[in-house]
C-alpha cells in the first residue's frame, strides 16, 4: 500500500506560481498512474491532470493546459504539478491520487483511484 501526501499549497497572488509536491511511501511511486485533483466546498472532486508510470503520457484539465504541468521524480518518489499564471478559480484543496491499474477512459474519475493523500489547499487572491 502506498500513502501519499501533498505539499507546496499556499496563498498566491493571481497570476503567480506554486509548485504541488506529492511525495510516497510504502511502495514505489514509479509503479503507479498519479492523477491531481482539486475540490472547493460543496462541489464534487474535480480532475485536474494525470501522468502514467512511464512519464511519458500526461493528461490535464481544459482549463489549466498551458499553465499547469505535471511531472514526476521516479528516484524521488514524488510527482509534481506546477501551476502557472494561478486564477482565483483555481483556488481549491489539492490532493493526489495514485492507482496501479487504471485505464485511460478512466483517468478523470476521482473514484477509480485507489490511494489518496490529505490534501493542501491553495488559495489564489484577485
Known amino acids: 500500500q502506498v500513502q501519499l501526501v501533498e505539499t507546496g499549497g499556499g496563498l498566491v497572488q493571481a497570476g503567480g506560481s506554486l509548485r504541488l509536491s506529492c511525495a510516497a511511501s510504502?511502495?514505489?511511486?514509479?509503479?503507479?498512474?498519479v492523477g491531481w485533483f482539486r475540490q472547493t466546498p460543496g462541489k464534487e472532486r474535480e480532475f485536474v491532470a494525470a501522468?502514467?508510470?512511464?512519464?511519458?503520457?500526461?493528461y490535464y484539465k481544459d482549463s489549466v493546459k498551458g499553465r499547469f504541468t505535471i511531472s514526476r521524480d521516479n528516484a524521488k518518489n514524488t510527482v509534481y504539478l506546477q501551476m502557472n499564471s494561478l486564477k482565483p478559480e483555481d483556488t481549491a484543496v489539492y490532493y493526489c491520487?495514485?492507482?496501479?491499474?487504471?485505464?485511460?477512459?478512466?483517468?478523470?474519475?476521482?473514484?477509480?483511484?485507489?490511494?489518496w493523500g490529505q490534501g493542501t489547499q491553495v488559495t489564489v487572491s484577485s
Open positions: 501522468i502514467f508510470r512511464s512519464g511519458n503520457n500526461a
Open positions: 510504502g511502495r514505489t511511486l514509479s509503479r503507479y498512474t
Open positions: 491520487a495514485a492507482d496501479l491499474t487504471i485505464i485511460l477512459s478512466s483517468l478523470g474519475r476521482h473514484t477509480a483511484y485507489d490511494y
